[in-house]
């Protein structure tokens, strides 16, 4: 159930209705999430901020989507595993990649380290070590990367929190 609606430009308040404009005009329209979002001037700036930051990491599109089906199946984020999954499989994804990924983990050593790097990140932060990301730069991670993916959790939980709290779910 809803608990928060989208707004259309028009209601929105007015820094959310000149982003909203500026998206509208470059992309046609908006979706749910980014609409709804509009209530709140300074998250929706934020949000698009930083997502646009975080679609700059170094981490490859195919092991940073299996990452946020990670996260996002650690969160329960209906909406942002249906978005995900759609994802994985457009960077060529096999489904039993995507099904891995879900459950913290890959076939490769190497991303099965960084994604439950990631996984904890989330989960519980506070049992990070220096054997943990001595384990990760073990396996060949810089540290820009190990760096990076605490964005990228922090975005996935940014988008599954307010998903949730907003009550959206996926149409299909």
Known sequence: MRRLQALDPSEAPDRSREILGDIVARRGGVGDMVATMAHSPALLQGYLDFSRAIKRVKIPRPLSEKISLAVQEWIGCAMCLSAHTKAARAAGLSEGDIELARQGTSTDAREAALIAV???????PSSLSDEDVAELRAHGWSDRVI??????VSLNLL?????LLIGLEPDE
């Not at 990631?118 to 519980?124: F, G, M, N, P, S």
């Open 147 to 152: 760096a990076e993916i605490v964005g990228l």
């Open 159 to 163: 988008t599954g929190a307010f998903n």
């Open 118 to 124: 990631a996984v904890r990140v989330l989960a519980e």
